[in-house]
């Protein structure tokens, strides 16, 4: 398999490339590798994997240097122009990265072949995140006895996007389950993920009820839901349940209410709160991922004249040793010498996204908090927008999660293990759709190029189902150590190399769509977990203003942490920005935020 990916190479170098960095230019050979497009200059190297890789065009030559020019784009806003000599060599390059950017299979991603240099000192990544003892850390079955595991998803057939282990109320059967999993899209029953230290409250997931147009309802289901929201209800001298103790109860649905309802025509929806006791629901209004997906592209688009953005030089681990301004489409420049285009942000409604997530995550925060009540959490499937608000909430209520241990075990469990598609979301099986050729339009204009680009990013095709998702709860969670900075362990360069890494595909952390996916291929036989690496490197991504004391101060918050949706900003270091260039300060008590208006 290796050797034929080697033959996929048309060619190995390429010497005297230019590759434009702002105003100037970087002379050096490019290096053509299985997994990495490397280019080395004086200064040092650039390597960019292959599955980073976003879009390529391939650009009429120059007039002015008579130079063939590729223009890539990355996935982590990293963008070059190479501009090479040859008309020949340029389309062999051009082949190159696109037969060796498109992969057929998870096997020949760049994990596979992927060897830290030097060994990594931490070797535990794959086992770090134990459900058994994790849960029991929770409560269940040590502080709590309400709850019980169940192995009835144990082969994955129950429901194959689920984990194999599932908590769920102690009174409730598998039987139950059983016919409760037929009203659940995918079977992705309500299960618990989280059980709150200070009042035993719950957060539960799930995905939509199976309603329709006829009203369907199922016993079962209402039955656990019930079990569910009774879990910490106290009971009276006889054994008999006191309602109200719990009265705020939820069922979030974190779609909006149109998109909820427009689900009933393909035989779903969401709950007739006619069935379900002592409880209320509300809508979130998250936008589908079609929606963040051109959000995202209108951030990092705006105006194309003049994009200034950093180049990381990488060293052969891959690891980021510098930083420098490179030419990039992230966060675009204007005419305006170079300037970031605020209204370009403002259109893009990016920071309106993230409010309207963390103004979920305040309210579940404040009902399992303060209200002592119980939260249900579902979208449409339960492995996009379900995801962002539970462990974004969960990372408020507990203050393990925001250790440099636990944010790792709050990511394997509400996202690689509860079944986000990371295989899919980020497109680690890229195919053709990232490759264009304009080299050859003739005498065309200028806007002839323009309407192909146009016509080629914006088919169906092309987008498919990839969206920022797990970028949005990052985003989120920089907001959360932005507003609160003493209350991580972690800091913000755990988490750029966090995104980078999640389209990088040099671990195996990420590569797949559900735990059934990585049991099924066994990567940490084949690969490397991301954690080692962090874990190695732990210095690197410690946050010098952690505080762990403040989580103990009861007479503050008691470790809890309740976001502010009306105070987020642009995360400027992402995208290799300067917080004065996107960020606009606060003065006189007014805000001047080009969104300001808009949260």
Same mark, same amino acid.
């Given at each position: 398999?290796?050797?034929?990916?080697?033959?996929?190479?048309?060619?190995?170098?390429?010497?005297?490339?230019?590759?434009?960095?702002?105003?100037?230019?970087?002379?050096?050979?490019?290096?053509?590798?299985?997994?990495?497009?490397?280019?080395?200059?004086?200064?040092?190297?650039?390597?960019?994997?292959?599955?980073?890789?976003?879009?390529?065009?391939?650009?009429?030559?120059?007039?002015?240097?008579?130079?063939?020019?590729?223009?890539?784009?990355?996935?982590?806003?990293?963008?070059?122009?190479?501009?090479?000599?040859?008309?020949?060599?340029?389309?062999?390059?051009?082949?190159?990265?696109?037969?060796?950017?498109?992969?057929?299979?998870?096997?020949?991603?760049?994990?596979?072949?992927?060897?830290?240099?030097?060994?990594?000192?931490?070797?535990?990544?794959?086992?770090?995140?134990?459900?058994?003892?994790?849960?029991?850390?929770?409560?269940?079955?040590?502080?709590?006895?309400?709850?019980?595991?169940?192995?009835?998803?144990?082969?994955?057939?129950?429901?194959?996007?689920?984990?194999?282990?599932?908590?769920?109320?102690?009174?409730?059967?598998?039987?139950?389950?059983?016919?409760?999993?037929?009203?659940?899209? $995918?079977?992705? %029953?309500?299960? !618990?993920?989280?059980?709150?230290?200070? =009042?035993?409250? +719950?957060? #539960? /997931?799930?995905?939509?009820?199976?309603?329709?147009?006829?009203?369907?309802?199922?016993?079962?289901?209402?039955?656990?839901?019930?079990?569910?929201?009774?879990?910490?209800?106290?009971?009276?001298?006889?054994?008999?349940?006191?309602?109200?103790?719990?009265?705020?109860?939820?069922?979030?649905?974190?779609?909006?209410?149109?998109?909820?309802?427009?689900?009933?025509?393909?035989?779903?929806?969401?709950?007739?709160?006619?069935?379900?006791?002592?409880?209320?629901?509300?809508?979130?209004?998250?936008?589908?991922?079609?929606?963040?997906?051109?959000?995202?592209?209108?951030?990092?688009?705006?105006?194309? $004249?003049?994009? %200034?953005?950093? !180049?990381?030089?990488?060293?052969?681990? =891959?690891?980021? +040793?510098? #930083? /420098?301004?490179?030419?990039?489409?992230?966060?675009?420049?204007?005419?305006?010498?170079?300037?970031?285009?605020?209204?370009?942000?403002?259109?893009?409604?990016?920071?309106?996204?993230?409010?309207?997530?963390?103004?979920?995550?305040?309210?579940?925060?404040?009902?399992?908090?303060?209200?002592?009540?119980?939260?249900?959490?579902?979208?449409?499937?339960?492995?996009?927008?379900?995801?962002?608000?539970?462990?974004?909430?969960?990372?408020?209520?507990?203050?393990?999660?925001?250790?440099?241990?636990?944010?790792?075990?709050?990511?394997?469990?509400?996202?690689?293990?509860?079944?986000?598609?990371?295989?899919?979301?980020?497109?680690?099986?890229?195919?053709?759709?990232?490759?264009? =050729?304009?080299?050859?339009?003739?005498?065309?204009?200028?806007?002839?190029?323009?309407?192909?680009?146009?016509?080629?990013?914006?088919?169906?095709?092309?987008?498919?189902?990839?969206?920022?998702?797990?970028?949005?709860?990052?985003?989120?969670?920089?907001?959360?150590?932005?507003?609160?900075?003493?209350?991580?362990?972690?800091?913000?360069?755990?988490?750029?190399?966090?995104?980078?890494?999640?389209?990088?595909?040099?671990?195996?952390?990420?590569?797949?769509?559900?735990?059934?996916?990585?049991?099924?291929?066994?990567?940490?036989?084949?690969?490397?977990?991301?954690?080692?690496?962090?874990?190695?490197?732990?210095?690197?991504?410690?946050?010098?203003?952690?505080?762990?004391?403040?989580?103990?101060?009861?007479?503050?918050?008691?470790?809890?942490?309740?976001?502010?949706?009306?105070?987020?900003?642009?995360?400027?270091?992402?995208?290799?920005?300067?917080?004065?260039?996107?960020?606009?300060?606060?003065?006189?008590?007014?805000?001047?935020?080009?969104?300001?208006?808009?949260?």
């Amino acid at each position: 398999m290796h050797q034929s990916r080697i033959d996929l190479l048309k060619i190995t170098q390429v010497q005297d490339v230019q590759v434009e960095k702002s105003q100037e230019k970087l002379t050096g050979t490019l290096h053509l590798t299985v997994h990495n497009m490397i280019f080395n200059y004086p200064e040092g190297e650039l390597w960019i994997p292959y599955s980073i890789i976003h879009t390529v065009e391939r650009r009429p030559v120059s007039l002015q240097s008579g130079r063939h020019p590729l223009y890539i784009r990355c996935r982590d806003f990293l963008v070059i122009t190479l501009s090479i000599l040859k008309d020949t060599e340029t389309q062999d390059v051009y082949e190159s990265i696109q037969k060796l950017a498109c992969v057929s299979s998870i096997d020949q991603l760049y994990a596979y072949a992927y060897q830290p240099q030097p060994k990594f000192t931490a070797n535990n990544g794959w086992t770090i995140y134990d459900p058994l003892k994790e849960y029991e850390r929770m409560g269940v079955g040590t502080k709590n006895d309400n709850w019980r595991f169940t192995t009835i998803n144990r082969d994955y057939t129950y429901s194959p996007t689920y984990p194999r282990t599932l908590v769920v109320p102690s009174k409730i059967s598998d039987n139950v389950l059983n016919y409760a999993a037929k009203y659940r899209s $995918k079977a992705r %029953i309500p299960a !618990l993920s989280y059980l709150h230290w200070y =009042n035993m409250a +719950t957060i #539960t /997931r799930s995905s939509q009820p199976m309603v329709g147009f006829k009203q369907a309802r199922s016993i079962q289901d209402e039955k656990l839901i019930e079990a569910i929201f009774a879990s910490n209800v106290p009971t009276g001298p006889s054994g008999q349940i006191i309602y109200g103790s719990t009265a705020a109860n939820l069922i979030i649905d974190a779609r909006p209410m149109a998109n909820a309802m427009g689900n009933v025509a393909r035989g779903a929806g969401t709950e007739n709160m006619e069935n379900y006791r002592n409880c209320k629901k509300t809508y979130v209004a998250i936008d589908n991922i079609h929606v963040m997906r051109d959000s995202l592209a209108k951030m990092c688009d705006g105006k194309r $004249k003049r994009k %200034i953005i950093r !180049l990381i030089k990488r060293d052969a681990d =891959n690891k980021q +040793t510098q #930083t /420098r301004d490179c030419l990039s489409v992230a966060m675009q420049g204007t005419e305006t010498g170079g300037q970031v285009s605020r209204s370009g942000l403002q259109r893009s409604n990016w920071v309106k996204h993230i409010a309207t997530v963390l103004e979920g995550v305040e309210s579940i925060v404040k009902n399992v908090h303060v209200y002592n009540s119980h939260v249900l959490v579902h979208c449409s499937d339960g492995w996009d927008r379900t995801a962002q608000l539970v462990s974004i909430s969960e990372l408020c209520l507990d203050p393990y999660y925001r250790t440099f241990e636990g944010f790792q075990i709050l990511i394997e469990k509400e996202w690689i293990s509860f079944g986000h598609k990371f295989a899919d979301r980020c497109g680690h099986l890229s195919n053709d759709k990232y490759f264009v =050729n304009l080299a050859y339009t003739g005498n065309a204009a200028t806007n002839t190029i323009k309407d192909m680009q146009n016509k080629f990013y914006k088919s169906n095709y092309y987008q498919r189902e990839t969206s920022p998702v797990f970028h949005q709860f990052l985003d989120c969670v920089y907001q959360l150590l932005q507003q609160s900075p003493t209350r991580f362990e972690f800091n913000e360069q755990m988490l750029i190399e966090l995104h980078y890494h999640v389209y990088s595909c040099q671990f195996g952390t990420f590569l797949f769509n559900c735990e059934a996916e990585r049991t099924h291929h066994h990567p940490q036989n084949k690969t490397y977990s991301i954690w080692d690496y962090f874990n190695s490197n732990r210095d690197k991504f410690t946050n010098d203003l952690y505080d762990p004391q403040k989580d103990k101060i009861l007479v503050e918050d008691g470790g809890v942490l309740f976001p502010n949706h009306g105070n987020i900003k642009y995360w400027s270091g992402l995208f290799g920005r300067k917080e004065e260039e996107v960020n606009e300060p606060i003065l006189y008590g007014v805000a001047s935020h080009p969104l300001a208006d808009s949260l």
